[in-house]
């Protein structure tokens, strides 16, 4: 089976993502991940009947806790967090410990928040198991909970020691939330890549047929882009806003929805389309590349229109709250077309609300 392996390089610091199937089979390679006695594997009730037996039959001559967390972004909490402390308190974990993120994006952000932030920042490995965490929340060391008040709100910067992607974890993700995941995928063509662009563009069937090689070879280049991106911006001062492409209008969406509307890489897609449709409205971008755009997306099986009943002054007061923007300024990620993405801070409202209300 191939296997990839790309590095994370962050000044003298560095670590690998490694990518293939089978990984969460080789224990040996798990338990290497694992220096100190102690670890905790956070996971999530959809997840741990498929996976969880296996990290802890890797590491049974560790002292092991398992925690699992119900389901879902609602459960990216303060309140969670506390417990998952709780739990570290509980086992008499010391500075040794390695924090394993079994699951999802809000499996592993929660876990690497708890990580950044016991005894003042413990080991952490991420082993993400659905598209989006893959390719893009396990890479890059972005960690927090939500607040009632907006997503992500409280948070910390630690990076992983290591990421295992085991594509083979994917083959019982939902059709729906391996779709959101493309979504991300797509980004980074959108964003910074028009020949991988392209590329998607010839293997969409494939993608949506899990094609295991197409998999591994998509989720190997955007790691790659993620990681030059990082390793030139780790927190976020400049090129790594571009990696928020649609997520601006994104959020808005998903938070104006609540829980139960549409899904992170959903609302993602629509607020990329939204983006590129600003975009070429201003003139910034070719109408023609936000067409193609919108056209690769709805092939993924993806929304690319607001869902009824949102209205444009409620996204738009939203979009204010995002933590993009600066002190009531906002702050956009627009296009210039395929494979560039540009930040732009003096958008008028009105151009805002008009593809808002189209
Ligand atoms: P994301 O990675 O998109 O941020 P979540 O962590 O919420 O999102 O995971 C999305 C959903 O998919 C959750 O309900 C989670 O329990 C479930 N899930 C995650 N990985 C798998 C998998 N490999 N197989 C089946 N279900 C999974
Ligand atoms: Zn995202």
């Given amino acids: 089976i191939e296997r990839r392996q790309v590095d994370v390089a962050l000044g003298a610091r560095r670590y690998r993502i490694h990518i293939g199937r089978g990984l969460l089979d080789e224990a040996a390679r798990l338990l290497a991940l694992v220096p100190g006695r102690h670890a905790l594997v956070l996971t999530d009730a959809n997840v741990a009947p498929h996976y969880l037996a296996r990290v802890q039959a890797a590491l049974v001559e560790k002292q092991v806790q398992s925690w699992v967390l119900p ?24 500075r040794d410990v390695t924090v394993l993120a079994l699951g999802g994006g809000v499996v592993g952000d929660l876990a690497g928040f708890a990580a950044a932030c016991w005894m003042r920042g413990v080991r952490f490995v991420q082993l993400p198991t659905t598209l989006l965490a893959m390719v893009d929340s396990a890479v890059g060391g972005k960690t927090a909970v939500d607040l009632p008040e907006g997503k992500n709100l409280v948070g910390a910067f630690h990076q992983p020691a290591a990421v295992l992607a085991d594509v083979a974890t994917l083959d019982t993700l939902p059709e729906r939330e391996l779709r959101a995941g493309l979504a991300e995928v797509v980004k980074y063509g959108a964003l910074g890549d028009a020949g991988f662009f392209a590329w998607l563009e010839d293997r969409a069937e494939a993608l949506l047929a899990r094609e295991p090689e197409v998999l591994a070879e998509a989720i190997a280049r955007c790691c790659e882009h993620k990681a030059g991106i990082v390793a030139r911006d780790e927190t976020e001062q400049g090129e790594r806003m ?48 936000a067409a193609r755009l919108a056209a690769l997306l709805e092939r993924l099986g993806l929304p690319v229109a607001i869902p009824a009943g949102l209205g444009p002054q409620a996204l738009l007061a939203r979009m204010r709250l995002d933590k993009k923007a600066v002190s009531g300024a906002l702050r956009l990620v627009l296009w210039r077309g395929i494979g560039q993405a540009e930040v732009v801070d003096d958008v008028a409202d009105e151009a805002i609300l008009a593809v808002l209300d189209a």
């Avoid at 601006?248 to 829980?259: D, L, P």
Wanted: no cysteine; charged share 15%; hydrophobic share 45%.
């Fill in 71 to 94: 389901p879902g972004e609602q459960e990216k909490t303060l309140a969670r967090f506390g417990e998952v402390m709780t739990v570290l308190a509980g086992m008499g974990a010391s």
């Fill in 242 to 289: 571009l990696l928020n492409l649609g997520h601006t209008f994104g959020h808005a969406i998903e938070t104006e929805q609540g829980y139960g509307g549409l899904l992170h890489g959903e609302a993602v897609a629509v607020g990329m389309v939204l983006a590129a449709r600003l975009s070429s409205e201003l003139g910034r971008a070719p109408w023609p590349d």
